[in-house]
């Protein structure tokens, strides 16, 4: 009976280690990603929006000059990737907040507040999330136009912040009806102190997986409006943008789309992993990516 017993906690103790392996890779891949980005302007080895050969438009190779080759505008992928890199890590940041504040907000709102405020809020919400989160963006753009990063970043965090108003809204119903806020209420504490210094830190694990996951998406979704000419415009380079650059070249070009694409599934890839993981820690209902 021993040895079973043996056997099974050897399987548990290296199932553990692999876990463990896999949240410490996809942390460094993120760190050396926002490292590359933040130190772009030290590690590129030329002005992402020069063109050199702009009257013969000259394509090449990766090569020891251009480690990832040139576009059709003889510009350097390797520049414009680590440039790309800070916009679509800054708008997949920045929208992410706007949505975690917005939505942590409204959903602390509708649940500690309850009845028929709770009802209409929610109502509104199911209303809200009844459209797909892409044609709500993509109808808005329409109407909108061409539109600047800060627009851009505003669109994306206000139109993805529905489903976790709902998940912290349950959160705060089950919260609110814990003995430290009677006793809160009890001592003489404001509704709103209590919702802010009580209530809202014990609901912040499903914030803070939402957050990590949102960060992903936000990051796909303005590649796919930058791809199809709705988001970062040229000659400023995000991810998206390069790989339409490359996408009528993908024979006598590849590189021109490749590298941006692996670095957006390499991010991508990595924060959901972390993401994965941090649902597993708190046991976090998972997040759909289509809102």
Do not use: K
């Given at each position: ?14 199932a553990a280690p692999r876990i463990a392996r896999g949240t410490i890779v996809a942390v460094a891949l993120l760190l050396i990603i926002v ?226 694409g692996l670095a957006i599934v390499a991010t991508v890839v990595a924060v959901n992993a972390l993401g994965d993981r941090l649902q597993r ?11």
């Amino acid at each position: 009976m021993r040895e079973p017993c043996a056997g099974a906690a050897g399987a548990a103790g290296a199932a553990a280690p692999r876990i463990a392996r896999g949240t410490i890779v996809a942390v460094a891949l993120l760190l050396i990603i926002v490292l590359a980005a933040t130190a772009a302007p030290l590690l590129a080895p030329y002005d992402p929006a020069a063109q050199p050969d702009i009257v013969g438009g000259s394509t090449s190779a990766p090569s020891v000059a251009h480690p990832l080759g040139t576009d059709q505008f003889s510009r350097d992928v390797l520049s414009r990737l680590l440039f790309g890199a800070r916009i679509s890590l800054l708008v997949g940041f920045l929208a992410t907040f706007v949505a975690v504040t917005v939505g942590s907000a409204y959903g602390l709102a509708a649940g500690y507040l309850g009845g028929l405020a709770d009802e209409v809020m929610m109502r509104l919400v199911d209303a809200l999330m009844a459209i797909p989160r892409v044609l709500l963006v993509l109808a808005l753009v329409a109407l909108w136009g061409r539109m600047s990063t800060t627009a851009l970043v505003l669109l994306l965090g206000l139109t993805g912040w529905f489903q976790l108003s709902r998940l912290v809204r349950a959160e705060v119903l089950v919260a609110r009806e814990g003995d430290y806020v009677a006793s809160a209420r009890a001592l003489g504490a404001h509704d709103f102190r209590i919702a802010i210094r009580h209530v809202l830190p014990n609901v912040l694990p499903p914030i803070i997986v939402f957050a990590t996951i949102g960060v992903g998406n936000v990051i796909v979704l303005e590649a796919g409006l930058s791809y199809l000419g709705f988001g970062i415009q040229p000659p400023t380079p995000s991810w998206g943008n390069m790989i339409r650059d490359g996408a009528e070249l993908m024979t006598a070009g590849w590189w021109i789309s490749l590298f941006p694409g692996l670095a957006i599934v390499a991010t991508v890839v990595a924060v959901n992993a972390l993401g994965d993981r941090l649902q597993r820690a708190f046991r976090q209902p998972e997040f759909s990516a289509h809102e």
